[in-house]
């Protein structure tokens, strides 16, 4: 298949996903998520997300998996997938050609990756960490992977992010670390009249220092995406045939029992695992 044709497919998976997208909305104040702010203490038993079953209020989003994909391929980027559909298809697009750096190796950090090669990126540099983690973070997923979290020297491993993005900075870069010190980091990866599109920050996980002569002299684009809807839901559904196709997505999960929780949140909390999942 030819080059021309490569990227009409690539556009086609981005055109779907952002019509399944639609409007946002987010920013909603009363979104009620399953494992997140649904409760027992809602009044209706197996209202979380880590049960044998769960009662499903009215209303709820539900969304018919994806034909031909395997259930732990799917799980590989479930939550991280939508939340970058919102992100890539609705708050700032990957324009074909771009060089792309990714803060973080982790679900978000990878999904970012992959949809941007998806949509045609040119180079996709990951920084993140630990190299134990960043190495089974591959799956065919980036181009450049560089561990800033091992290394003794941070501000080297930047400048090895921004020599592989070239002379002049990536074009767009995304921060999925959820680590406050990584936004600073991240302005000074942006080339100037880039954007910096920031996905990470889910919790409030404190303040940080940055330049803010870093945005205005190279007048970046900042951008902040927060969380998905069930239609972000229904446009990464449609994209998994093709994430599933390109990338090794069943290498990233490491399945636990349902009583190994407790192992499972360990090992996600030490870095050992890239992405756990309870089986029943």
Request: hydrophobic content about 45%.
């Amino acid at each position: 298949m030819s080059g021309r044709s490569h990227r009409r497919r690539r556009r086609s998976y981005a055109r779907k996903a952002a019509a399944a997208a639609g409007p946002g909305t987010t920013l909603c104040q009363n979104r009620r998520t399953y494992g997140v702010n649904r409760a027992l203490t809602d009044g209706v038993a197996w209202s979380g997300s880590w049960a044998d079953h769960i009662v499903l209020q009215q209303g709820t989003t539900v969304v018919r998996a994806a034909p031909g994909v395997s259930a732990r391929a799917a799980m590989a980027l479930a939550c991280a997938g939508p939340t970058v559909v919102h992100a890539l298809y609705e708050r700032r697009s990957v324009r074909l050609g771009e060089t792309v750096i990714v803060q973080g190796s982790g679900p978000v950090g990878l999904a970012a990756a992959a949809f941007a090669q998806l949509a045609g990126a040119a180079r996709v540099i990951i920084v993140g960490g630990p190299e134990g983690r960043l190495a089974a973070a591959a799956a065919g997923i980036g181009d450049v992977h560089l561990d800033v979290v091992g290394g003794t020297d941070p501000a080297a491993v930047l400048g090895e992010a921004q020599a592989a993005a070239g002379p002049d900075g990536a074009d767009l870069v995304i921060e999925c670390a959820g680590v406050p010190d990584a936004v600073a980091q991240g302005l000074t990866l942006a080339r100037r009249g880039g954007s910096y599109l920031v996905i990470g920050q889910y919790t409030d996980a404190g303040d940080t220092r940055l330049n803010p002569h870093q945005i205005v002299y190279r007048q970046v684009e900042v951008i902040g995406s927060w969380a998905f809807t069930g239609a972000h839901l229904v446009g990464y559904v449609r994209v998994l045939p093709a994430l599933a196709a390109r990338f090794d997505l069943e290498s990233m999960v490491t399945a636990y029992p349902l009583e190994s929780h407790r192992e499972a949140l360990a090992d996600v909390a030490a870095g050992a695992v890239l992405k756990a999942v309870l089986t029943g």
